[in-house]
């Protein structure tokens, strides 16, 4: 699986937007970029995932580049309750995988009243 | 909503006792996976099961052993305890190998002594 980079931290205003990076450079074709988030306290829960065109659900959106060796999970207007560690995890998607995610440290994210 | 429940928040046990984490879903999920987690180390897969009675070994599965009786139902199981078992030991859920996405359950702090 295609490792991947984050800053181990960030702060974010309450009401801007977060923009949280990631790299995977070495990025295959069949990989899809995840994200997930853990609130303190509680299990990791997901957000969203794309392949290869941006994605946006009511949580969050994702920009994959041309080229897809990074992401970028924008949380559009970030609370505080969006203070979380966020994950971004490359995986293939095959039957006999099985979809294991690994995840890494993550980014801490703090939303800043 | 899926729900997935872990037996304990809080776990304390001393060294040579065998103990189980008991992790339940209920949505007739397929698949189930027991990871840890360590500061610095992220969340580590120690156990993932495709099916009831079906069973995978993960990335750490030293000292540990699983069981799948029943497809709601996913334990843990650690041999005998010793102290570099001390961690949060987190439950997942998954519909099948084909779905995305995986729900956690809110995790269980385990403390060997």
């Known amino acids: 699986d295609a490792k991947t980079t984050q800053p181990p931290s960030m702060d974010c205003a309450e009401g801007r937007a977060a923009n949280l990076p990631c790299n995977h450079s070495?990025?295959?074709?069949?990989?899809?970029v995840y994200w997930y988030r853990q609130i303190h306290s509680q299990g990791p829960q997901y957000i969203i995932h794309?392949?290869?065109n941006n994605e946006t659900n009511e949580m969050a959106s994702l920009i994959i580049t041309e080229d897809r060796k990074s992401s970028t999970l924008i949380l559009p207007h970030a609370t505080l309750r969006d203070t979380a560690v966020y994950y971004c995890i490359v995986r293939e998607v095959t039957p006999n995988t099985g979809n294991q995610f690994y995840f890494g440290t993550g980014t801490s994210l703090t939303v800043i009243p | 909503d899926v729900k997935v429940t872990q037996s304990s928040r809080y776990l304390v046990k001393r060294t040579g006792e065998k103990v189980f984490l008991e992790c339940v879903q209920d949505m007739d999920h397929e698949n189930m996976f027991w990871y840890r987690q360590d500061p610095g180390l992220g969340l580590r897969l120690i156990y993932f099961?495709?099916?009831?009675?079906?069973?995978e070994k993960g990335d750490i599965p030293e000292g540990y052993s699983v069981s799948r009786e029943k497809k709601e139902r996913f334990s843990l199981i650690l041999e005998s305890a010793s102290t570099n078992q001390t961690s949060m030991y987190l439950c997942?859920?998954?519909?099948?190998?084909?779905?995305?996405?995986?729900?956690f359950g809110p995790g269980t702090r385990l403390t060997v002594t």
């Open positions: 997942a859920s998954r519909p099948g190998t084909w779905a995305y996405e995986q729900y």
């Open positions: 070495t990025i295959s074709g069949n990989e899809y």
């Open positions: 099961s495709y099916d009831v009675k079906m069973k």
């Open positions: 794309g392949l290869k």
